[in-house]
């Protein structure tokens, strides 16, 4: 669905709604992989951080404390969501519905498979000549 919008300068322009929500619905995606993914480095940071504290410290490893691995699970589902956001629309495991639409010429057609530089051309010029 088409709307006419008004810029600043009383130009009017038509805009796509869906291409643009699906632009920023897109953005939004990727700002959360981006996110996700510095929330993921922040925690390996504080973890080797914290590491190096305990060895100065000449205290024993029991683990990360509880805000570093909530921080990457935390982080790791965001940037999930994010990916799943980027990735586009998810396809049916079945494969039976996209070759129902589908010719078997169309599905046996491969053009990489084309080859023109045979020798029937040199048989050609041999039987018409």
Do not use: W
Not at 34 to 42: A, E, R, S, T, Y
Not at 79 to 87: E, H, R, Y
Not at 92 to 120: C, E, M, Q, W
């Amino acid at each position: 669905e088409a709307v006419v919008s008004t810029q600043s300068t009383g130009h009017y322009y038509i805009t796509n709604n869906l291409s643009t929500i699906a632009t920023m619905y897109m953005n939004i995606g990727r700002g959360c992989v981006l996110v996700g993914m510095f929330m993921i480095l922040h925690a390996g940071i504080s973890s080797a951080h914290h590491r190096a504290n305990l060895r100065l410290s000449e205290q024993p490893y029991d683990g990360l404390p509880v805000d570093i691995t909530a921080q990457c699970v935390v982080g790791f589902v965001i940037a999930c969501v994010g990916i799943s956001k980027v990735a586009g629309d998810f396809k049916d495991i079945s494969a039976t519905n996209d070759l129902n639409r589908k010719t078997l010429d169309s599905i046996t057609n491969v053009p990489s498979f084309y080859h023109f530089a045979h020798r029937g051309r040199s048989l050609h010029s041999i039987i018409y000549s």
